[in-house]
């Protein structure tokens, strides 16, 4: 089974400035079709998770072009260029190459 | 406008049943595979299986935890997924979301596994 890690698992951060989450699988997200399928989600509180990013680095209908993702291989980067209040939550990383697996979250709140 | 709604969801004794399901709307249902996915109080997401799409053969795959208890089914015709959960145990209480390959996700419903 492929065993996804984030880090950090929690990040306060200030309004206007970068974030950063790091996930890393524990084998190559490489598909055999040639797709990377390493998708990162957010859950805001009391709220179902939403899709930000799909397949490494594209952002899903209404996703914020503050939100990016990038890597490769098993190595994993989702970045937020300019914090808002908004996205105050947890964010996941999630592998569906092999079946599905999420990773542990990272929490993301306001210094 | 893409819609999952999930229902279903309740208290339910250890041992019992129950069936979950995932009415949606707004997408060409039958096109897509759909999944469950659960969240235990306080905990992060849990995939619990999902289902391909008829053009895939409309198969069906689970995680560990739940394979042999659980079955995923769909009905295209009605836009509808289920998910049937067999042998109920305290530590499958969890808030229990759809969601479509398309990558809408619907609001969840809580099932509770106590006596």
């Known amino acids: 089974d492929i065993v996804m890690t984030q880090t950090p698992l929690s990040s306060p951060v200030t309004l206007g400035q970068p974030a950063s989450i790091s996930c890393r699988s524990s084998?190559?997200?490489?598909?055999?079709?040639?797709?990377?399928?390493l998708s990162w989600l957010q859950q805001r509180p009391g709220q179902p998770p939403r899709l930000l990013i799909y397949?490494?680095?594209n952002r899903f209908s209404g996703v914020p072009d503050r939100f990016s993702g990038s890597g490769a291989g098993t190595d994993f980067t989702l970045k937020i260029s300019r914090v808002e209040a908004e996205d105050v939550g947890v964010y996941y990383c999630?592998?569906?190459?092999?079946?599905?697996?999420f990773g542990p979250g990272t929490k993301v709140d306001i210094k | 406008e893409v819609q999952l709604v999930e229902s279903g969801g309740g208290l339910v004794q250890p041992g019992r049943s129950l069936r979950l399901s995932c009415t949606a709307s707004?997408?060409?249902?039958?096109?897509?595979?759909m999944s469950w996915v659960r969240q235990a109080p306080g905990k992060g997401l849990e995939w619990v299986g999902f289902?391909?799409?008829?053009?895939?053969?409309?198969?069906?795959e689970y995680a560990a935890s739940v394979k042999g208890r659980f079955t995923i089914s769909r009905d295209d015709s009605k836009s509808i997924a289920y998910l049937q959960m067999n042998s109920l145990k305290t530590e499958d209480t969890a808030v229990y979301y759809c969601?479509?390959?398309?990558?809408?996700w619907g609001q969840g419903t809580l099932v509770t596994v106590s006596s």
């Open positions: 969601t479509s390959s398309l990558g809408y």
């Open positions: 707004g997408f060409t249902f039958g096109d897509y595979a």
């Open positions: 289902i391909r799409s008829k053009a895939y053969g409309g198969t069906t």
């Open positions: 084998q190559s997200l490489v598909h055999s079709d040639g797709n990377t399928y």
């Open positions: 397949k490494i680095s």
């Open positions: 999630m592998q569906a190459t092999q079946l599905f697996t």
